[in-house]
């Protein structure tokens, strides 16, 4: 896989769950590639199993069936950003940045410069001892993805990430992260259920279905950035997914 | 502005309801002589500044009761912490140790004190360092237990993806995000101990405040003796929890910030 440039490849992937009312089947053997550097969004309705294909990427739960392998260059590790954002209230904003480098044993000074230069990317400067409980909801997740980058993993995972902002603050908040990931070329799989968003923000958007999901079909967006939501282009594209997407169960 | 208006009312009616429980005990004494008032209490004290009871000024009483809670509170808080963090992470040893645990839970702590004065006598303060111990411990444990067990996913998928271990888990993640859960254990574990600290001090003690309460029943009644005793108990347990709350505040810097 090395060379190909490809990051992640899920081969027939399939995860089911037993509950009290029997066996509820959520991924139907998904097949997909995560290639370098790029924005893939995954699009797909509510329930219809994002989170646990995440969690499977991520190695926080396990697929029952098909492989999951890493570009033998990656480590294999990935940041991961949360759409209820999972900062840790007891620690300020430098601390909550600066623990991917902490359990990793790095030494005081190059924890802080590290965390430091993400905390400045995200535009959170001088909030640095603010506490996650003095923060809105956007800057909460500036830190969030702040610490996701300090992790230092090159693929990194966002489920939902502004599903819990408020309009117009979603809307700031994905022009920041196109800014900063403009400054720091990662590997970003952007999970998401809204189909502006995903046409905003993608290099590439699968279209997975309602659980159990399948991908469903794959756009590439050939539209300038900036991308302007009134734009006929987008919205032939917005038209073209609604019409593809199953509605939530 | 309008949020000093408001902790001066709290102020005003906090001193208002202890001055309510002064004229309830006061009326109450007036309608039965053999209860002593505010003032008959008042003027006991000061009697016992200049007769002490035998031949022990009321400082080292206080100081006895203070010692035996601050000892048994703080080998009891150590203990108490430790002991739930194992129920919380170790599953054998929860499924070894939470029985014996929920049997003697409920026993309340002096019904332990004849066997502990069998053991380590009535002389020295270690059967009431015992007692007390007990007293405070139970709290403890279970609050800590119960905080760490219930300690939301989302913060342990969070930290499993920021690489921790288990061991820096514990530390960064769920310990911290236990503490005012241990807090309110330790203020539970508090009241249970001035029980302790008065009861064994009653049965096995020459010296402390339940030793100066005991004093109150031996000769004629001496209702005023008992209440500068639950007058002193009152003052000492609040200086206490009070010394808590400030650590629990510079502890949790976090509690008492304005949620935007
Ligand atoms: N731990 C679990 N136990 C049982 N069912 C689960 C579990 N996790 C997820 N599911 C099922 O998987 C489905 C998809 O969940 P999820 O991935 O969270 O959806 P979403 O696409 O909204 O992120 C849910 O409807 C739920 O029934
Ligand atoms: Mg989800």
Redesign the pocket.
């Given at each position: 896989m090395a060379g190909t440039g490809c990051k992640i490849k899920l081969e027939s992937v399939s995860k089911s769950?037993?509950?009290k009312i029997g066996r509820?089947a959520?991924l139907d053997e998904i097949s997909l590639n995560v290639y370098e550097n790029e924005f893939l969004v995954i699009l797909?309705?509510?329930?219809?199993?994002?989170?646990?294909?995440l969690?499977i990427i991520a190695d926080m739960?396990q697929a029952d069936s098909g492989t999951i392998t890493f570009d033998p260059q990656s480590s294999g590790q990935t940041g991961f950003v949360f759409q209820r954002y999972a900062l840790f209230n007891w620690k300020n904003v430098l601390k909550n940045v600066e623990l991917p480098l902490k359990f990793k044993g790095a030494e005081k000074e190059q924890r802080q410069n590290t965390a430091m230069k993400y905390i400045e990317m995200v535009g959170l400067k001088g909030f640095e001892k603010a506490y996650p409980s003095q923060l809105s909801g956007g800057m909460k997740q500036r830190v969030g993805i702040a610490r996701a980058y300090a992790s230092g993993n090159d693929i990194i995972l966002m489920?939902?990430p502004f599903g819990a902002l408020d309009a117009q603050t979603r809307y700031q908040m994905q022009d920041e992260l196109l800014k900063i990931r403009s400054k720091e070329k990662k590997t970003i799989v952007f999970?998401t259920?809204n189909i502006e968003e995903a046409i905003y923000m993608g290099d590439r958007i699968l279209l997975?279905s309602n659980?159990p999901?399948k991908v469903v079909k794959e756009y590439v967006p050939d539209l300038e950035r900036p991308r302007k939501n009134t734009s006929s282009q987008f919205m032939e594209l917005r038209d073209e997914i609604t019409a593809n997407m199953d509605l939530a169960l | 502005m309008s949020k000093v208006k408001k902790i001066d009312v709290y102020y005003i009616l906090s001193i208002l309801s202890v001055l309510l429980l002064l004229a309830v005990w006061w009326a109450a004494s007036a309608v039965n002589e053999s209860l002593a008032s505010p003032g008959q209490t008042v003027e006991r004290f000061f009697r016992l500044i200049e007769n002490p009871i035998m031949g022990k000024p009321v400082s080292v009483h206080i100081l006895a009761s203070m010692r035996r809670i601050l000892v048994a509170f703080f080998a009891a808080s150590v203990a108490g912490v430790g002991l739930g963090v194992c129920f919380g992470i170790f599953p054998t040893f929860r499924r070894m140790f939470w029985p014996v645990f929920s049997i003697l839970r409920p026993v309340p702590p002096l019904a332990w004190i004849p066997i502990v004065i069998l053991w380590f006598g009535v002389i020295g303060d270690t059967s009431k360092y015992i007692i007390i111990f007990i007293g405070i411990i139970m709290a403890i444990v279970i609050n800590t237990y119960a905080s760490i067990s219930e300690t939301d996913p989302l913060f342990l998928k969070a930290a499993k993806t920021l690489g921790a271990n288990r061991w820096q888990t514990l530390v960064h993640v769920t310990l911290p995000n236990s503490i005012p859960a241990i807090f309110a254990g330790m203020k539970t574990g508090l009241s249970t101990g001035w029980m302790s600290v008065v009861a064994a001090e009653m049965i096995a003690a020459k010296e402390g405040i339940g030793f100066l309460i005991n004093m109150s029943m031996k000769t004629t009644p001496d209702t005023a003796l008992d209440f500068v005793g639950i007058v002193l108990v009152a003052l000492c347990s609040s200086l206490v929890s009070f010394v808590l709350s400030v650590i629990e505040r510079k502890l949790c810097p976090w509690l008492e910030l304005d949620v935007k």
């Open positions: 769950f037993d509950d509820t959520v797909g309705p509510g329930q219809c199993g994002k989170t646990v294909l969690n739960e489920d939902e999970v259920n997975l659980k999901s | -």
